[in-house]
């Protein structure tokens, strides 16, 4: 027989059962990217801080290969559950931008890009700081994304292992991660690893062994190290 895959709801925890994402939440965002195909496609996006206290950037970082042949990027906020495994809010009641002009910065390599959108921070967003401090294998990490095109998720992870040559994806610098809750779906790419003690972002999810994983287990999540 053919086993079917699991879901995104099976392999991962709703963001807003836990109280310690709550911050972190309010930093991310999904994004809807209408490429050259006539498709739109999702990623997971992360409002970061810039470093002149002068300035008030809406600054989003998310995966390089989720702006390929990008035309419009739309930000959606606050895409989350009612309450702990509750109902998903309706995407048209949700407050939203769009992308402001050209992709500032986009590196094949690393797979990030940053962009710049338009229009009104809404209140209660939280721009994340980060940290260029070097990882080590054990380091605890946590990921907040919109796996399967859902409201935000979240799975915990430690580093299992560090690379300085590329591994699957090309990604180069890299940290893997393989334990429970660790299958990869569309929709999460992008996603920031944030350390779980201090928030500061760590790291982007680039990609995993398989976007449909049959077990909750399956394969390895690679990110590059900011």
């Known amino acids: 027989g053919v086993s079917e895959a699991k879901t995104a709801g099976q392999c991962f925890a709703d963001a807003v059962c836990n109280a310690n994402y709550n911050d972190i939440g309010k930093g991310v965002v999904l994004l809807n990217v209408a490429r050259s195909d006539g498709l ?6 992360t409002l970061m801080n810039d470093t002149d206290p002068a300035t008030f950037r809406m600054l989003v970082l998310t995966a390089g290969h989720c702006m390929n042949t990008a035309q419009s990027v739309v930000a959606y906020f606050f895409y989350r559950s009612t309450s702990c495994n509750g109902a998903s809010p309706l995407k048209t009641s949700l407050p939203r931008t769009t992308q402001g002009g050209p992709i500032l910065t986009q590196d094949a390599v690393l797979d990030f890009a940053l ?12 721009f994340k700081g980060w940290s260029s401090t070097a990882l080590k294998v054990g380091d605890p ?22 690379r300085t040559t590329p591994g699957a994806g090309g990604a180069v610098p890299v940290y893997t991660s393989s334990r429970s809750n660790n299958g990869a779906y569309s929709g999460a790419s992008g996603a920031a690893a944030f350390d779980v003690f201090s928030g500061y972002v760590r790291g982007i999810l680039t990609h995993g062994d398989s976007d449909t994983p049959l077990t909750c287990t399956d394969g390895t999540r690679y990110s590059s190290v900011v």
């Open 141 to 162: 990490l946590v990921f907040i994304h919109h796996a399967s095109n859902g409201t935000q998720s979240a799975f915990e992870i430690s580093v299992s292992a560090l």
């Open 40 to 45: 739109v496609y999702q990623c997971t996006g």
């Open 115 to 126: 962009l710049e959108f338009d229009g009104t921070v809404p209140a209660g967003v939280i």
